[in-house]
């Protein structure tokens, strides 16, 4: 079978699950009270609050922009009580947040504007994304992304069983998160040092993605060609290592609304209620 047809079939429930996870604890926190609409039921309380939200947005939208840079892009109140713990929250966060953006430009234009422009000329223009100048940008963005979660995760694992300071509590729902995102990256690495060890992947098209060059993974590839150098002279089966990946992936993708690393998608929401309420008491 094909890998686009594997692919979708294994990613279309767990996106559904993965959407049905997100609303289940959406639905949780709509069941809180809101102000002037108390007997609301959660449909209405959602289309109350996107209202306020909106309407606040535009009521001074220059000092969301700030809370969004200062509060929520580079966590100033973090950075004023640990610049480790900064350091390594800002590399996951970022390099989630990043790498998501990048994979979703790069997989929407090679993967369906390439195939689009066979039939619809205009679209010609996509090809700049596969060949061109453009794609060894997105290539080396998405292994630096990944290289900053890699590291975060790295740094946060350290402080929680190394460092260990006193008033840190580890649940099980930490180390679950932690060892999900080491054993991704990690896997993803090692699967591209194999592809670049190991041309004939490439040519056979075992995997969905159109590579670069060879002569430019030294560079934009710079964490898989290191690994590449210990596993030539390896022998795997592609397809194995291909499914000893996505399949974890798309896992740790349903479990994402379960876990705390659902404040990816929250903190942003949290973190400028809670200015809000500051700068309400400021003016009384």
Request: aromatic share 20%; with cysteine; hydrophobic share 50%.
């Amino acid at each position: 079978m094909e890998k686009h047809t594997i692919f979708y079939a294994m990613f279309i429930p767990s996106l559904i699950l993965f959407l049905w996870g997100m609303g289940f604890r959406l639905g949780l926190y709509l069941q809180g009270e809101v102000k002037g609409a108390e007997h609301a039921t959660p449909l209405q309380k959602f289309r109350i609050l996107l209202r306020k939200g909106w309407m606040e947005f535009w009521r001074r939208p220059l000092w969301y922009f700030q809370i969004i840079l200062t509060d929520v892009i580079f966590h100033r109140k973090l950075y004023a009580r640990s610049f480790y713990r900064w350091l390594a929250h800002t590399f996951l966060v970022f390099g989630f947040v990043a790498t998501f953006i990048v994979d979703m430009i790069k997989g929407f234009t090679t993967g369906y504007l390439v195939e689009w422009s066979h039939s619809f000329p205009f679209l010609s223009f996509a090809h700049i994304f596969e060949t061109g100048a453009i794609r060894p940008f997105l290539d080396f963005s998405l292994e630096f992304f990944s290289f900053l979660i890699l590291i975060g995760c790295l740094m946060a694992i350290v402080r929680r069983f190394i460092l260990r300071p006193p008033q840190l509590r580890t649940e099980e729902e930490d180390i679950t998160s932690l060892l999900f995102i080491l054993f991704l990256e990690i896997s993803g690495f090692f699967i591209e040092g194999y592809r670049i060890a190991h041309p004939e992947v490439v040519t056979n098209r075992v995997y969905m993605a159109n590579f670069t060059p060879p002569s430019a993974n030294n560079w934009i590839s710079f964490g898989g060609y290191s690994l590449s150098f210990l596993l030539r002279g390896i022998t795997i089966n592609p397809d194995f290592l291909w499914y000893f990946h996505v399949i974890p992936s798309l896992i740790f993708f349903i479990y994402i609304p379960h876990s705390k690393l659902l404040h990816i998608f929250t903190s942003s929401a949290t973190v400028i209620g809670d200015r809000m309420k500051e700068s309400n008491r400021e003016t009384l």
